[in-house]
T-cell receptor
Framework: DAGVTQSPTHLIKTRGQQVTLRCSPKSGHDTVSWYQQALGQGPQFIFQ???????QRGNFPDRFSGHQFPNYSSELNVNALLLGDSALYLCASSQPLTSGTGELFFGEGSRLTVL | AQSVSQHNHHVILSEAASLELGCNYSYGGTVNLFWYVQYPGQHLQLLLKYFSGDPLVKGIKGFEAEFIKSKFSFNLRKPSVQWSDTAEYFC????????????FGGGTRVLVKP
């Protein structure tokens, strides 16, 4: 049973560019959340997708956007990259909100470096 | 909005020593509580969780945590650590009214010397 998979694992971009990160949830999970983990800090909630719609959003600017596909996989897009966007981006999946208990399963993350 | 604070940023101890990591949260409603661990080069893994019932919960690898509602605390303990417990530990809170959104503490980096 595959867990949460993310791609790419590492990438380097320059300021002003755009990036797309991808996530496939654990089998049986339909809810995907994205977190940003800056160096030396705990993960910060970006947003959550369920039934192909953004359901909750953290305190992140509109440059951060996402999408969920019918197969529950998800993308995180960041436009107009800033140096401060350098971080590990974590995808987490969970069971349906109606039956789940809040437990998240995390992928290994995509490490983004903005130069 | 909920917040989580972890008391120690770094902890260094020797094998067989006891470990206790503090975690306090601020939220007035009903919460689910978690401890996650991140071993070097690996993804976040769930150590243990509290949803309801017995406030003393046992997790994997000999870890346990106690929920003290009056103190808004959920401290993690292990009686005797091993070198393999070297990792970063994160406390997290999920307000039941907030769906599956987790709020994490800043993490505690634990180094166990052999």
């Amino acid at each position: 049973d595959a867990g949460v998979t993310q791609s790419p694992t590492h990438l380097i971009k320059t300021r002003g560019q755009q990036v797309t990160l991808r996530c496939s949830p654990k089998s049986g999970h339909d809810t995907v959340s994205w977190y940003q983990q800056a160096l030396g800090q705990g993960p910060q909630f970006i947003f959550q997708y369920y039934e192909e719609e953004e359901r909750q959003r953290g305190n992140f600017p509109d440059r951060f956007s996402g999408h969920q596909f019918p197969n529950y996989s998800s993308e995180l897009n960041v436009n107009a990259l800033l140096l401060g966007d350098s971080a590990l981006y974590l995808c987490a999946s969970s069971q349906p909100l109606t039956s789940g208990t809040g437990e998240l399963f995390f992928g290994e993350g995509s490490r983004l470096t903005v130069l | 909005a909920q917040s989580v604070s972890q008391h120690n940023h770094h902890v260094i101890l020797s094998e067989a020593a006891s470990l206790e990591l503090g975690c306090n949260y601020s939220y007035g409603g009903t919460v689910n509580l978690f401890w996650y661990v991140q071993y070097p080069g690996q993804h976040l893994q769930l150590l243990l969780k509290y949803f309801s019932g017995d406030p003393l919960v046992k997790g994997i690898k000999g870890f346990e945590a106690e929920f003290i509602k009056s103190k808004f605390s959920f401290n993690l303990r292990k009686p005797s650590v091993q070198w393999s417990d070297t990792a970063e530990y994160f406390c997290a809170v999920n307000a039941k009214a907030a769906g599956n959104k987790l709020t994490f503490g800043g993490g505690t980096r634990v180094l166990v010397k052999p």
